[in-house]
């Protein structure tokens, strides 16, 4: 059977996959012999220390019918102890589900089969009756755990041993109707080997097509040799979670003939091989064999690479964050992804993670607000793993950005996508120590705390830089030094001061401009001298090998943005007018109101130009004019030229005269507001807005950064994080100790309760 879980889908994002391993139970149910479960609880610690973090670890079906499944509720309680680990359970009815939500397992799956002839005989119900059960469950989940998931694994969608071919008609309508019922995700099984690579592609084009977020993972059987191929196709269609048994184990027991599931091993090395991360260490998954064969003794084990082995030279794919989009808190206490986040993932022909280039740099962000966060979110849309280090404890909960409302309700989903979030009490020793170990680790820290925060913290340029010579360090303040550094400064402030809102405004009432173009243009300019920095430590020839501080800052941003008019004045000699009052270089170039209170920009700048006008509009007699032969000349004339062009212009609608200028490439604009660009077709097209899902589980678009690279947009890894998401797995990785890390972590459980 099969199931999925989380990973997020940008239209363009470096390819990643993530593998769940279900041998624990569809392995363990077609076997006769029963494992111990010491023996299963060792195995289990094997595929967690291997890298897994998605286990299917049983069923609860009643003991009598599947033995090997009786020590399901224990099995269930050893999973739960391990930070950061998906435990997923097999429940085929109302029974089950209730003693599984009980049990604290995080994701349930539902068998459906596609097949009425299999659905009977595996579960003893029609297909339109299992959907009922869906219903039912769903609803149980509701009531007794909110928080956890329903999935549905379509078995037999591909074929059927006893009914033989299976309409994908059917397989499509059983799946919307799954999903209808309150599945939050529905996948696609092979559940008796019948699958062929174009098949697979084409029936999870259409699973996609129908179902979105809710599509699922893929689950495929090796019975007849295609299985690996059949995964690539399924990839090729834009599934990016597989499910696989180590060692091939697996099957149906009333599916005649169906045999084991695709093996992980093989699996993990064809996405690796490729260049596609899994975040699984192959090697460690070929010892996770052993504690399998002493708990299963004579039994078969299958797998190419376990045979082969691993070829001289071989190297993995680059690690990324890209395997797995955890859910809040699931790397300190065991959590489940959101179902919104299924199947969300970058298309086939997407540049790897290894070619994005900043894959490899580890960037620690001190960040809260816009200018420090945008900076994060430059190096992490590039390839960093950026880590969020957020503040807990002593009244603190996380970067207050995330609980900003009214205009400030997009700084953190906008600014902090592709980042991991750490979260530590930097006055303790614990939280301290951490901190430390985690930047001796890393190339970059960012942070845009007001002066002087950081050297209170002992985490200045001069401390950290002992500490890791290599380290460049990217302060974001409101000033560069000099007469003003002292000052505290914000994106109004520094417009005023620094005559943007002057110019923006008409004459004596100042304007600030109507986004936060300061503090984000300020976070890509630290990013432009991180990535300078970086590239003066790193060159092969003059490389120094040391890292340095880079300082960008608000004021200093703001005045390269009206260093245009600065250069006029010191051209002309004359000063810059403010916008609406500025004398324009063109004669057309203004805000038309037009036919039922349209409003559209137009623009004529260049003689050819001004005769496709003319032409277009039946204006013969201002083309004649002598008095408006030259572009120059109709500056001059504006005063009477553009009342006459907005009397003559006044009964056309926005669309005609956008239909008129385009045909004529003439520009224009359509006076839009910044909602309404959510469903501008130009950006739907490219890829500019990005699926992703915000902290609380809704899914949104996301804007992405302006640039291609190699024709690919740089796209959404991960979703913004939940608070203290990765914090247990960033932890541990440090080396601390589980008691190290449940200390450090009792001010996050502090903050959740």
């Not at 149910?29 to 897994?52: E, F, H, I, N, Y």
């Not at 993932?345 to 994005?356: C, F, G, I």
């Not at 970067?399 to 592709?418: E, K, Q, V, Y």
């Not at 204006?619 to 001059?636: E, F, G, I, M, P």
């Amino acid at each position: 059977m099969m199931r999925h879980s989380s990973l997020i889908h940008p239209p363009i994002a470096p390819p990643a996959v993530l593998i769940s391993e279900v041998g624990m139970r569809d392995g363990l149910q077609s076997v006769r012999a029963t494992m111990p479960t010491a023996d299963k609880l060792r195995w289990l610690d094997a595929l967690v220390a291997a890298g897994l973090r998605e286990l299917e670890v049983c069923s609860f079906v009643p003991p009598r019918l599947m033995p090997q499944m009786a020590d399901a509720a224990e099995v269930v309680r050893h999973a739960l102890t391990h930070p950061g680990l998906t435990v997923m359970a097999l429940v085929p009815n109302l029974h089950g589900a209730r003693a599984a939500l009980a049990a604290g397992v995080h994701k349930l799956t539902l068998p459906v089969s596609a097949s009425q002839a299999h659905s009977l005989a595996n579960v003893r119900k029609t297909p339109a009756e299992m959907v009922d059960v869906v219903r039912q469950v769903a609803r149980l989940r509701d009531e007794m755990a909110p928080g956890q998931l329903v999935e549905v694994g379509m078995s037999t969608a591909f074929g059927c041993t006893l009914q033989g071919l299976v309409a994908e008609d059917d397989v499509i309508r059983l799946a919307v109707a799954c999903a209808e019922a309150g599945a939050d995700e529905v996948g696609l099984s092979d559940t008796t080997g019948m699958a062929n690579p174009a098949q697979t592609r084409r029936l999870f084009q259409r699973l996609r097509a129908e179902l979105g977020h809710k599509a699922g993972s893929a689950h495929m059987h090796n019975t007849r040799g295609l299985g690996l191929a059949n995964c690539l196709a399924a990839y090729e269609a834009g599934v990016r979670v597989f499910d696989s048994s180590l060692g091939g184990l697996g099957g149906c027991p009333h599916a005649p003939g169906a045999s084991g599931n695709v093996v992980t091993e093989d699996l993990v090395f064809m996405f690796e091989s490729m260049g596609i991360a899994t975040g699984v260490d192959l090697p460690r998954l070929l010892a996770a064999r052993e504690p399998l064969r002493v708990g299963l003794p004579g039994e078969p084990l299958y797998g190419m690479l376990p045979e082969a082995g691993l070829p001289p030279g071989w190297v993995p794919a680059a690690p990324t964050e890209a395997t797995a989009v955890p859910h809040m808190g699931s790397h300190q206490q065991g959590g489940v992804p959101d179902a919104i986040q299924a199947q969300t993932s970058a298309p086939a022909d997407q540049t790897p993670a290894t070619r994005l280039p900043c894959a490899g740099l580890r960037v620690v962000e001190f960040t809260h607000m816009v200018m420090g966060p945008a900076c994060g979110m430059v190096l992490a849309d590039l390839g960093a793993e950026v880590i969020k280090v957020e503040p807990v404890g002593q009244g603190r909960q996380g970067d207050a950005t995330r609980r900003l409302i009214g205009s400030g309700a997009g700084f953190f989903p906008l600014f902090n996508r592709n980042k991991k979030s750490l979260t530590l009490d930097l006055h303790t020793p614990e939280g301290k120590a951490a901190a430390l170990k985690l930047i001796a680790t890393a190339d970059v820290l960012v942070e845009n705390f007001k002066p002087g925060t950081m050297a209170k913290l002992g985490l200045d340029f001069a401390t950290l830089h002992a500490l890791n010579p290599r380290l460049v360090y990217v302060s974001h303040k409101g000033f560069l030094p000099g007469p003003y550094d002292h000052r505290t400064a914000l994106d109004e402030v520094v417009q005023m001061m620094g005559g943007l809102a002057y110019m923006t405004g008409r004459p004596g009432d100042p304007l600030r401009a109507g986004s936060s173009v300061n503090d984000i243009m300020g976070g890509v300019f630290g990013a432009v001298g991180a990535l300078a920095a970086l590239a003066q430590r790193d060159h092969p020839v003059h490389g120094t090998g040391l890292g340095q501080e880079v300082q960008s800052a608000l004021f200093e941003n703001n005045v390269l943005l009206v260093a245009q008019h600065m250069m006029q004045f010191a051209v002309t000699g004359q000063p810059a007018a403010p916008m609406p009052a500025r004398i324009s270089a063109w004669a057309v170039y203004d805000v038309f109101s037009v036919k039922d209170g349209g409003q559209i920009f137009l623009a004529v700048v260049s003689d050819g130009q001004w005769a496709a006008f003319c032409g277009a509009f039946g204006l013969a007699d201002l083309q004649a004019d002598a008095r408006l032969a030259t572009n120059n000349l109709r500056v001059q004339a504006r005063d009477w030229l553009l009342p006459v062009l907005r009397e003559r212009l006044a009964g056309h609608s926005v669309a005609e005269l956008a239909q008129m200028f385009e045909a004529h490439a003439l520009p224009f604009a359509p006076i839009t507001r910044p909602h309404d660009l959510l469903d501008d077709p130009h950006l739907l097209a490219n890829g500019t807005l990005a699926p992703t899902v915000l902290p609380d589980g809704r899914p949104a678009p996301v804007v992405l950064l302006p640039i291609l690279l190699d024709g690919q947009r740089p796209g959404v890894r991960l979703p913004p994080p939940r608070l203290g998401e990765h914090t247990a797995a960033l932890l541990a990785e440090l080396g601390c100790s589980q008691a190290e890390v449940q200390a450090i972590t009792a001010a996050q459980a502090a903050v959740d309760h």
